[in-house]
C-alpha cells in the first residue's frame, strides 16, 4: 500500500473542506429529512400535549409473516438481478471497451438507453411482450420471478458494462500480455490476471447495483403485482396511500439495515482487492477486434444480450411510436410533441419539457460532480492514522445510503424540513431549484463509483514522485490525477446527466409543472385515456431515450483527450 | 424567480403573522369563515398565491394569466404526486402548509385531511346549487370543483364480434360466460381501483362486498398495478392488441374511442357499476394570503373554469349549468345514480378495506 507524503497545515485545510462540503450538502438534503421522517414513525403523543418515543411499531412489524416475505423478496430479486447484470455486463465491459470495431461508440450510447427510460413505459413494455396475447406470452412469465429480474437487469445491465469498462481501457495490457507469453491459456491469464485488477470495479458496480434492484419499485409494482412486493413498494404504499408513517419508518429502518450490510460486505471485497494498478493514460489498451476465441465468445454473449433485453423491447417501443392514432404508420405522434397533447392534456409540450428537462439535468450533473468529485478524491487517499483511514472508509460508504433508500421516504421528508433550511427564509419545497439538488442525490454515489476506481488504481509513487520533484499538493492533483481520471470524469457526468434525464420518483412530487419534466409528462400522458395520448408518451419516450445516448456518447467523447481520432 | 417575491411576501407575513395565527387556531365557527366569503375587494390583493394540486390538474393557455391581471395576484403552481400522495403531503406539512390554496382532494381522501386540520373553511359566495349539492357530509367549507364517475367499461366491438351479451352489472361478472375476462387496477395502488371497491361496498353491504370480490377472483380476475397498464396491455378496446374486453376505467373512456367517422364508439360504460369521485378546492389553514387564498377558489368555482374543466381534467365540471362538450354528451353519459359512501366511512375503513381486500383477492 502506498502512503500519501505528511500534508501541511494548508493541505489539512484543503482536505477539511473536500470532505465537509459534500458531507454538509448530504446532512442538508438526505440526512436530515430522512431522520425527520423516520423520527415522526417513532414518536406518538403521550397525552398530554407532547410526544414520547414509541418503539413498539418495530414489534408489529416485525412479527408480522408478510414483513419477512417482503425482505426475503427483496433480497431475491436483488441478488439475482445483480449477479445476472455483473455476469453478462463484464463481457459487454471487455467488448464495447477492449475492443476496436466501427459502431462501438453508438453501441456504448445504446445500452445506457434503458438505464433512464421511465418506469411505467418499460414496465407496460415489458408486459405487453410477456402477456397472454404477447409475443412471448406463451412462456407463461407474467408475475413471475423471471420478468422482474430481466427488467431490472434491462436497467442495470449498463452500469456494469460502463464502470467496469472505464477501468479495463485504462488497464495495461502488458501483465496479462506477460501471462500469456509465459504460457497461459487466454481464460487463465483473464482469470489470474486481469479479473483481479478489475475485482473493485466489479465491487463498485455490483453494490451500485444491488442498491439500485433493492430499491426499485415502479417496475416491480407493474410487472409483479401486490405478489412481488418489496420492502420499497411497502414503504411506498404505507407512505403514499395509508399514511402510515409508523410501519414505513420500520421498514426503512429495516432497509437501511440490509443496505448497510450490502456496503459493508462490497468495502470488505473491494478492500481485500484493491491494489495500485499499472494504468495507462494512451489508447493503446484497446485492440482492433479479432476473430479469436478470446473476443469471438464476449462478443456472442454481448450480442444476445443487447438484441434480445436491449433492442427487443426497445425496437417495440419505437415500432409502435410510428403507428398513428387511427392506426396506420407515420409520425404523427412526433409531431404533436410540439403541442399540450390531445385535448391539451399537458401544461407545456413535450419539447419544453424536454427543454426543462436539460437545465435540470445540466445543474443536478454540475453539483453531482462537484460533490461527488470531493468524495472520490477524499476517499481515494490512504492516510497514514489507522483512525483517519477509517473516518475515509466511513465517508465512501456514507455516500452510497442515497441509494439504498427509498424516494418516498427522502421526497416526504423535504417536505418536513426545508420549508425553512437551517433557519434561511426560504422555502425550498416549492422552488424549483429541489428537483436537481435531489437528482443530484442520487447521481452522486454513480459519480463516486465511477471516478474512485481509477483514482484509487493511481499509483501513489507517482504521486509521491512529483511531490518529491517539488509539486505542490494542488499542482500533483493537477498533474497526476486529473489527467487520469479525466476519462472516467466525463462517464461520470454522463451518468449524472443521465440520472437526472430519467429521474421521476422524487421529481414527480418537486417538480412544477410550468418545469415539468420529460419523465413526468410521459407519466401524465400514459395515464390519460385516448390513443393520441399513449403515442405521444411512446413518441416522448423515444426522444428521451435518443437524447439519453447522444449525451452519453458526447460525454465520452469529451473525456480528457480531445485529440483522440479513434471514432 | 420568484423565489424573491416569495421571500418577501414571508417577511411581510411574518409581521401580520400573529394575530392572523391566533384568529386561525381560535375556534372560529365555520359559518363565520363562510359569511366573509363575499367576494374580495379586488383593489387590495396583491402578493402570491401558491396553488397545491395533483398532477392532474391542468387550465387551458392564459386563464390563470387572466386571473392575475385581473387581481393583481401572482399564482405559483405546484403539482405534488398523486391524488393520496397529495393528501398525504398536506396531512404531514399541516403545521407549515406547502400553500394557500389546494386543488384536488377527492370524497375518497378528503376526510383524512378536514380531521387532521388541513383546512380554513371557505366557500364561495354565489355557486350554483348544483355545486352545493356535491359538499360530502363533514366535508363542509370545501368547495366542489369537478367529479367523474369510476366505471367498468366494455369493449362492444368485441363482444359484437364474438356473438355474445355485454355484462352490465357487478352480479353479471360472476357469470362463467364472462370468465378471465375483466381486468381491474389494484386499490392499495390505483385510485380508480379503489373507488371500485368502495363501489363494491357500496353495492353489496359491509358484509357481501369481501364473497363478491372472492368469487370474481374465483372468476379469473385479473388485478393490475394502476389503471393505464390495465388500459393498455390488458384491455382488449384500447387498441393495443390486449385480450380482455372489460376493464376499470372511467364513464368519460368512451369518448375517447370513437370511430374514424366519428358517429359512434366502441366501448361502452357499465352506469350501474359507477362511484362518483368529486374533487374539491380548498384554503389551507395557516396560509399567510386568505384574500388572495379565498379569490384563487372564487375562481375555480367561476364559470370561466368549470367550462373549461372537461377539455383539461377529463372530469365533468361540479357546476351542472355548464355546458359539456358534444361527443361527451353523446358518448360519455355520467351515472344517474352512482353508487355512494359517506367520506366518513371511508376515511374510518379505508385502510381495513385495502386489507381485507388484499386478503381476498391476492391472497
Known sequence: MGRTPRPGTGAWLGWGLAAGVPLLFLGVFFAWPVLTLVGQGFLVDDGAGGREVDLSGFVEVLSQERTWRVVGQTLAQASAGTALSVLLGVPGAYVLYRCRFPGRALARGLVTVPFVLPTVVVGVAFRSVLAPDGPLGFLGLEESFVAIVAALVFFNYSVVVRTVGGLWERLDPRAEEAARALGATPWRAFRTVTLPALGPAIASAAAVVFLFCATAFGVVLVLGGMRYGTIETEIWIRTTQFLDLRSAAVLSVLQLVVVTAVLVVSSRLRARREAALHLTSDRSAAHRWRATAADVVPTVVTGVVVAGLLVLPLAGLVARSFRAPDGSWGIDNYVALGTTGGRNALSVTVWEALGNSLRTALLAAAIAVLVGGLVALVVSRRPRSPGLRRAVGGLDAVFMLPLGVSAVTVGFGFLLTLDEPLGFDVDLRTSGLLVPIAQAVVAIPLVVRTVLPVLRAIDPRLREAAATLGGSPGRVLRTVDVPLAARSLGLAVGFAFAVSLGEFGATSFLARPDTATLPVVIYRLIGLPGAENYGMALAASVVLAVLTASVMMVAERLRGDAGGGEF | ?363
Request: glycine share 8%; charged share 20%; proline share 6%.
Open chain 2, 1 to 363: 424567480m420568484t423565489i424573491r417575491t416569495r421571500r418577501a411576501v414571508a417577511t411581510a407575513a411574518v409581521v401580520g403573522l400573529l394575530p392572523l395565527l391566533a384568529a386561525c387556531s381560535g375556534d372560529d365557527a365555520p359559518g363565520e369563515a363562510t359569511s366573509s366569503g363575499s367576494p374580495t375587494g379586488e383593489a387590495q390583493l396583491a402578493g402570491t398565491v401558491t396553488l397545491v394540486t395533483h398532477d392532474s390538474f391542468a387550465l387551458s393557455d392564459g386563464l390563470l394569466e387572466s386571473f392575475e391581471q385581473e387581481t393583481g395576484l401572482t399564482v405559483e403552481h405546484v403539482a405534488a404526486g398523486d391524488a393520496g400522495t397529495l393528501v398525504n403531503q398536506l396531512v404531514l406539512t399541516a403545521d407549515s402548509p406547502l400553500g394557500d390554496v389546494v386543488f384536488g382532494v377527492d370524497n375518497t381522501f378528503a376526510s383524512r385531511a378536514v380531521e387532521a386540520g388541513v383546512f380554513e373553511p371557505y366557500t364561495p359566495a354565489d355557486i350554483d346549487p348544483s355545486v352545493t349539492a356535491l359538499v360530502g357530509d363533514g366535508l363542509e367549507g370545501l368547495t366542489p370543483i369537478d367529479e367523474g364517475d369510476v366505471c367498468l367499461n366494455v369493449d362492444t366491438a368485441w363482444f359484437e364480434a364474438e356473438g355474445v351479451e355485454p355484462p352490465a352489472t357487478f352480479e353479471d361478472l360472476l357469470d362463467p360466460a364472462y370468465r378471465d375476462l375483466t381486468v381491474v387496477a389494484n386499490p392499495a395502488t390505483s385510485s380508480p381501483g379503489f373507488a371500485m371497491l368502495l363501489a363494491t361496498v357500496a353495492e353489496f353491504g359491509e358484509d357481501g362486498w369481501v364473497p363478491y370480490w372472492e368469487d370474481l377472483a374465483a372468476n379469473g380476475l385479473k388485478v393490475t398495478e394502476g389503471w393505464s397498464d390495465a388500459y393498455y396491455v390488458d384491455f382488449s378496446g384500447a387498441g393495443e392488441g390486449g385480450a380482455r374486453p372489460i376493464v376499470l376505467s372511467y364513464a368519460t373512456s368512451p369518448a375517447f374511442t370513437v370511430t374514424e367517422e366519428g358517429d359512434a364508439t366502441t366501448t361502452a360504460a357499465l352506469l350501474d357499476t359507477c362511484f362518483r369521485q368529486v374533487e374539491y378546492a380548498g384554503v389551507l389553514a395557516g396560509t399567510d394570503n386568505p384574500d388572495g387564498a379565498k379569490a384563487l377558489v372564487d375562481f375555480l368555482a367561476s364559470a370561466e373554469v368549470q367550462s373549461d374543466v372537461p377539455a383539461n381534467m377529463y372530469m365533468y365540471p361540479a357546476d351542472a349549468t355548464v355546458e359539456l362538450p358534444a361527443e361527451w354528451e353523446q358518448f360519455a353519459p355520467q351515472s344517474a345514480e352512482p353508487l355512494e359512501i359517506a367520506p366518513a366511512d371511508v376515511a374510518a375503513h379505508r385502510d381495513e378495506w385495502i386489507q381485507q381486500w388484499t386478503t381476498a383477492v391476492i391472497g
